[in-house]
């Protein structure tokens, strides 16, 4: 499914930007500023109903007015479809003239993998950034696990408030099971995300890094010894966890047990990548994890999903860099720059798009 027209009305800085993307690259340039990466954010919210950058939906709407709008033809094969999301006091999201009942299901019509400058700490940085990437991805491919990870948050919320309130009417047992239930059903699907992600990760590691090995092991509570276990089991063993402890929770006042605290880590050339691996290596492995990324989507829904690719280029060495440009190919990319230096960029673009002030028009 790729983009065949897109247009943004009061979203961040663009007024109302209209614009007949290409199937293949799209270079989208700009001076620092202007909203490139606004725009590549608006498509994010196309496919996950919300940004990148923000919680808030306010925050997207362009300062001064009451709401903001993304609509896009989506085409692809025999199909196409009219998506348009609004972002006014209420969300909304339709598709072909039809409303969706919760904006999250656009994630199951169309697919986008994100690459901006914060993925370049994916092996490196702090464990949130690696769920964040791991859910998102999972999301969007698996409708059930959008709707556990939707109620885990939800229990997750109402945990921190109850231990911060001191748990007055004794419901701490209570949410902490269902807690336990929920995150028990959403392991397996992590694990196994996980073991496809790692498996063509380490392929285009080494292929980039002349050889050198990448492996990941995901890490969940240590009462699970296998994440692959029926949900029933895993829910046992989460829930032993939280028995142990129960008193430190209250004590701490904040929530000690359960998948929220999952992590993958990451291990290059046999050390473990978040203590020792360099900058390069780190950098090296975040591209292969989102070429990986890429590869699953391909495999799950049949077609290319949309790669965003959000000023990352300058940050990578050239070597990595043509690696990119020449294995983005076979399907649609957006990828934003502040100048053409990267020579092999514009060869590779088959459309170009100059963003000003929040106004794009198309270089012919
Ligand atoms: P860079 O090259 O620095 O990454 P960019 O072209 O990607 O620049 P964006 O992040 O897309 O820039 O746009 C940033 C501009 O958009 C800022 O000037 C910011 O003030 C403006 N902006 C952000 N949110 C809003 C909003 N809700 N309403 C109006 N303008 C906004
Ligand atoms: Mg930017």
New binding site residues.
């Given amino acids: 499914m790729y983009l065949s027209s897109l247009r943004l009305t009061d979203f961040?800085?663009h007024a109302d930007t209209e614009m007949v993307p290409d199937p293949g690259t799209n270079l989208i340039l700009?001076a620092?500023?202007?909203?490139?990466?606004?725009l590549l954010e608006a498509i994010v919210c196309l496919s996950r109903g919300t940004g990148f950058r923000t919680r808030r939906d306010a925050?997207?709407?362009?300062?001064g007015t009451a709401g903001a709008a993304v609509e896009a033809r989506l085409s692809g094969g025999e199909r196409e479809y009219d998506v348009r999301l609004l972002l006014e006091d209420r969300k909304q999201a339709f598709v072909n003239g039809v409303r969706q009942r919760r904006t999250a299901e656009l994630a199951s019509l169309f697919h986008v993998v994100l690459f901006c400058p914060e993925d370049l700490e994916l092996v490196r940085g702090a464990g949130a950034i690696r769920r964040r990437f791991i859910d998102t991805a999972l999301c969007a491919l698996r409708p059930n696990y959008s709707k556990l990870y939707a109620e885990y948050n939800k229990l997750h919320a109402h945990l921190v408030r109850l231990l911060r309130d001191g748990d007055p009417d004794g419901l701490l047992d209570d949410f902490s099971y269902r807690l336990c239930c929920v995150g028990a059903r959403m392991i397996p699907y992590r694990a196994s995300f996980c073991e496809s992600l790692v498996s063509r990760a380490a392929a285009y590691h080494a292929e980039i890094a002349g050889g050198e090995t990448l492996a990941a092991e995901y890490r969940t509570v240590s009462t699970v010894p296998d994440p692959a276990a029926p949900a029933s089991v895993i829910a046992g063993q989460l829930w032993e966890h939280y028995l142990s402890h129960r008193e430190a929770s209250r004590r701490t006042g904040s929530v000690l047990t359960g998948p929220h605290r999952d992590d993958l880590l990451f291990f290059i050339g046999g050390s473990a990548a978040r203590e020792y691996a360099s900058q390069g290596q780190a950098r090296t492995a975040a591209v292969a994890c989102k070429l990986a990324e890429r590869d699953i989507f391909l495999k799950n829904d049949g077609d290319a999903p949309v790669l965003l690719l959000d000023?990352v280029l300058s940050e990578l060495d050239e070597r990595r860099r043509d690696y990119i440009i020449r294995g983005i190919g076979g399907g649609q990319v957006f990828i934003?720059a502040?100048d053409e230096a990267l020579s092999a960029l514009s060869a590779a673009a088959r459309k170009v798009f100059v963003?000003e002030g929040g106004r794009v028009t198309e270089r012919t």
């Fill in positions: 961040r800085n700009g620092n500023a202007q909203g490139k990466t606004n925050e997207l709407r362009r300062f000023d934003t502040c963003v």
